[in-house]
Every structure is written in C-alpha cells, then in structure tokens.
C-alpha cells in the first residue's frame, strides 16, 4: 500500500474533543484515510505547516494565555520539540522562507506579524521583529481594526508578503536575510476593494502572478507583477450564482498551474476554476460539496492526484480523486472522524 502522511490542525476549545495535531495516512490507491495519531498535544492548534526540519504550529489563543510558535521535529530527529512565546493575539498562520532560516506568525485579533530566526535544525532561536498593523475597514462587525491574517515569503526573492483582512491590505517587504534585518515599512502596499477582506492568496511559481481569496466579499482578486509592481488585475467571484456568507476561506493552485480551488465555508463547498494558458483569466468551472460543513481548509497533493477537506463543523476530513486533465473532483467516499480540523497538510 503507497500512503502519504498527512498532518492536521484543530481547534480543541470546548465543546471540541480533540487534543493537538493529529496525523493520518492517505492511502494512494484508494483515497481512504487511516486511523489517526496524536503527535503533539497542545492548545488551538488551527494552522500547521511541513518542513523537511519537522512540522511547525501555534496555539490560537489570547496574550493572556500565552500563545506559542511549536517546532515539532520529525519522528528520527535527535532534537526535541521547542516553542517561543508570540506577542499578540490568537495567531492563525505561520510561515516558513524557503531556506528554513525564518518563520512569520501572523496573528488575527492584534493585528501583527511575529519574526522569528531559526536554527540549523530547524528549532525555533529568537523573535527578531513584530510588525504592527494599523487602520479598518467598512464592514462595523469585521473591519473595527487590523486582522492579520497570513503572511508569505516569496520563493525567488528575499522579499514577503502580508494579508491584513481588517484594513483591506497587501503589503510586500524586504528583508536582508544575511543580517536578519526586516524594514519596518513595506514596499509596496495595495488596497484592496473597501471591505473585501482579504484573507489569503497564493503564488505562481514565476511569482508574477497572485491569487488572493476574499472572505468577506467572497470573490478571488488576480493580481500582477509588473516592472516589479504589483497592481489588482481582475476580481470574480470564488462561488458565482450562490448566496453569499462572508466566509471565503483558504485558496490553491493545481501543480501544473491550470486550475485554482477556494473553500467557501458558508456554502461548503469547493469551486475549481480553468486557468487560461495565454491570458491567465479564471473561469469558473463547478463546484464540489465537501461531504461536511464549514470547510476551513483543504489540500491538493503534490502529485495533484487527491483534495482532502476538513470540515470544521461537521468534525470530519474527506478525500476527493482529482482529474488532472479537466480538475474536477470526485468524493471517495471516505470521511474520518475529528473534531473541529481546521488545516491539513501533507509532511515534507
């Protein structure tokens, strides 16, 4: 049997019973997913992201409660698992630059992005910097203050981005990464449409090219690099022809780059769009039932053979085949049991 590792990400506030990230193994033949294991027991884990150096999470809590930034080695590591304390509040996004030196924790309610140096090893060594957001948006209920929300380094360039949905913002920097030296100020920043709230977005692999998923306004904005500006290109809706809910959550690229998945939470349900080879404009194509409510998060395998969904509501994940000739999905009708999985992400 091929099987692939899988790790995923929970909330377990109550009335959840899950304890910690948790691993499965997706069986490659069939989709079935196997019984699952508690790797590490720890508070609100609701993001996880895999390195070669091991799995990195952090505790969704309050300041009071001292959330953390958690290296958890892989299973042959001679090192053991560290944490470092992340100055803000209920921090929902990590993320790792491409030569495994820094890590980015971004949290939602404070409105900042925590820095952090690692080692060699892939341990966790200091927070270096914190950038504070400042400003609102439109929406009384959602905008009264920054949300960070994601941040990402940038394969081919020392340079990140910042996700704010509160104010509405992209912001790209640089940073030295020899002297460990991260600009406070951006360079460059792009406001989005009054109240879209922008959540996250992904790259192609030429990074000329983003696309940024809307939760509040639930549409998709392309956006594009030229001359080394980025500028908003074009705007479509992630679920055309459905009511809306202010719920858009996470997006993905295919390997091959040809087509693009949003998890929309208030439908439940997963909208594939074609990529146009020559002119890179979306077109919607169909949309998939999760087999579960409130898909926070999901996974396209690297081989783009397989989408797995976790189901924050319905405390279920749920695998799809995926056709990598038109990129429709098709449910397998496997569904594992955890309570409230929130991220899900296949180990490196």
Request: aromatic share 8%.
């Amino acid at each position: 049997m091929k099987i692939l590792p899988l790790t995923i990400g929970c909330y377990t506030d109550t009335p959840s019973k899950s304890q910690g990230v948790y691993q499965t193994q997706l069986d490659l033949e069939t989709g079935k997913l196997l019984p699952l294991e508690l790797i590490t027991e720890c508070n609100n884990p609701s993001f996880v992201t895999a390195t070669k150096s091991g799995v990195y999470t952090a505790s969704e809590v309050e300041q009071k409660k001292q959330p953390q930034l958690i290296h958890i080695p892989n299973v042959d590591s001679p090192i053991s698992s560290n944490t470092s304390l992340i100055s803000g509040d209920h921090p929902c996004h990590i993320a790792i630059d491409p030569h495994n030196k820094f890590a980015i924790t971004s949290q939602y309610s404070s409105g900042t992005f925590d820095i952090f140096s690692l080692n060699i090893n892939g341990s966790i060594d200091k927070r270096l910097k914190t950038l504070k957001m400042f400003g609102s948006g439109p929406n009384k209920e959602r905008q009264t203050s920054p949300h960070a929300h994601q941040s990402l380094f940038l394969q081919n360039s020392p340079q990140f981005v910042t996700v704010d949905l509160g104010t509405d913002r992209i912001n790209f920097y640089c940073f030295d990464e020899e002297q460990e030296e991260f600009l406070d100020e951006p360079m460059q920043s792009i406001k989005v449409p009054a109240g879209n709230g922008p959540r996250h977005l992904i790259f192609n692999k030429a990074e000329d090219r983003a696309y940024v998923i809307c939760e509040l306004s639930e549409t998709i904005l392309i956006l594009e690099k030229t001359l080394g500006r980025w500028s908003i290109k074009d705007e479509v809706d992630a679920l055309p022809n459905m009511e809306k809910g202010e719920a858009a959550a996470a997006i993905k690229l295919s390997p091959d780059e040809q087509f693009l998945y949003v998890s929309c939470r208030h439908q439940s349900r997963i909208s594939s769009f074609k990529i146009d080879s020559e002119t890179e404009k979306l077109t919607f194509v169909n949309s998939y039932d999760t087999e579960g409510k409130f898909p926070r998060d999901f996974h396209v395998t690297d081989d783009g053979q397989w989408l797995i969904a976790a189901n924050q509501h319905s405390n279920n994940i749920t695998s799809f085949k995926r056709n990598t000739e038109d990129g429709s999905l098709t449910y397998t009708g496997y569904s594992l049991d955890l309570d409230s999985p929130v991220c899900v992400t296949q180990q490196q």
